[in-house]
């Protein structure tokens, strides 16, 4: 991101630059035009023997030669420009590596059909999820993947809905809201409720009042009832109806111009897109981001740092702390949203967990690494590196994250 902002200043300098040598050259250019336009009118009138006299002819000279001065000065301040645009390329090379393959282990992808295929389908996957099908479809004939009707159905589903939402239509989402209500109860989901809170309001501002009552009448005690043994839902949903209710004496002057406008936001609807998005992903069993789109947003955070760790390690010639395509040489910080399930780093040895070097608990409770395990144990016996307890190492039981 610092790298993007750097070269975004420069192009910034460099737009600026720009606006401002045209705008100083529409200045010029303009003053030149009214000037010649003046003597034009005033050559218009000819003396009677049909000559220019030798005062108006110097003034066409004069005109000229500043006409070819305001060009001639547009054509110095182009050239002044590539100056500042080479600075671009610059403050691009500085911050931008152009060959990241010493921060790269590739061998799950190098010379393997099969890893090009993961990869290409990890690409397809994510047009059908952005709601992209016909790039989706023309990747899959062009690198011969499986058009697998179930991968594709529920990001077909989940992007027509949306985009009804985005148009404001209720029905696809309700329709299918429909079908998942058992599930979405079992979850404690409020998407049905927000639906129909919506349909409700949309009726109120089209003035079909008693249509609205009745929606009210029919949907909103049934959704209640479902959650009546659960007092803290419960009260939150009656007060939310309570509030529905209070906004029909409104609707004679307009739901907007009332202390319920709150209503009518545009707001809303970004947010029902948002959870039905998020809700009907966790109910298909799909991820709610696209898996490409968190591999790139996690990449640009540790790239940088694997890049400077590969650097010191090629200039100190130290080999061998970089063989593994299970771990990192460093710990990566990456942001909350891209962490999706617990690590472990060994206390003793400073190393994060793998599958052949798994965490261990203690009998006192205590866990280490497998590797500190044997590394601190006699034959069978081990004594626990943060307490007086002493054990077996047959008694030790492994960690699972």
Not at 16 to 38: A, G, M, S, Y
Not at 252 to 262: C, D, I, M, R
Not at 318 to 342: A, K, Q
Not at 354 to 371: A, F, M, W, Y
Request: proline residues 3%; contains cysteine.
């Amino acid at each position: 991101m610092d790298a993007c902002v750097a070269v975004d200043k420069e192009l910034d300098k460099v737009f600026e630059k720009f606006k401002d040598l045209d705008r100083e050259n529409q200045r010029k250019v303009e003053e030149i035009i009214q000037k010649i336009d003046v003597y034009v009118s005033s050559l218009n009138q000819r003396e009677g023997d049909g000559q220019i006299s030798a005062a108006k002819a110097v003034k066409i000279m004069e005109l000229l030669a500043e006409a070819r001065a305001i060009a001639t000065k547009a054509s110095t301040g182009h050239r002044e420009l590539h100056s500042t645009v080479s600075k671009v390329g610059k403050a691009i090379d500085k911050n931008f590596a152009a060959d990241y393959s010493v921060a790269a282990l590739d061998r799950q992808f190098a010379a393997s059909e099969h890893g090009a295929k993961l990869v290409n389908e990890v690409i397809c996957r994510h047009f059908y999820r952005t709601g992209l099908p016909e790039l989706g479809a023309l990747l899959v004939q062009s690198a011969q993947l499986e058009n697998s009707e179930s991968v594709v159905e529920p990001y077909m589903v989940i992007n027509s809905i949306v985009d009804a939402l985005k148009r404001k239509e209720l029905e696809p989402a309700l329709s299918w809201v429909e079908q998942w209500t058992g599930q979405l109860h079992h979850i404690g989901s409020f998407l049905e409720f927000r639906l129909k809170k919506l349909k409700y309001v949309t009726l109120l501002q089209q003035g079909r009042i008693k249509e609205a009552i009745m929606y009210a009448r029919v949907h909103f005690g049934r959704f209640c009832q479902a959650y009546v043994n659960r007092d803290d839902v419960y009260a939150q949903l009656i007060g939310e109806v309570r509030s529905l209710m209070g906004a029909l004496a409104y609707v004679h002057v307009g739901l907007q111009k009332s202390p319920y406008a709150l209503l009518t936001s545009e707001s809303l609807w970004v947010e029902i897109c948002d959870l039905f998005t998020r809700e009907a992903c966790s109910l298909l069993g799909v991820s709610v981001d696209s898996p490409l789109l968190v591999v790139v947003n996690a990449g640009s955070k540790a790239v940088p740092l694997l890049m400077n760790m590969k650097q010191v390690m090629q200039q100190r010639q130290v080999g061998g702390m970089w063989s593994s395509n299970d771990d990192l040489p460093i710990e990566v910080d990456v942001d909350r949203e891209l962490r999706f399930h617990s690590v472990f780093a060994c206390p003793i040895l400073k190393q994060q967990a793998t599958e052949q070097n798994p965490p261990v608990r203690l009998v006192c409770g205590h866990c280490i690494s497998k590797d500190a395990l044997h590394k601190l144990s006699h034959g069978n016996k081990l004594k626990c590196p943060y307490c007086p307890v002493e054990m077996n190492t047959a008694d030790v039981k492994q960690v699972f994250f």
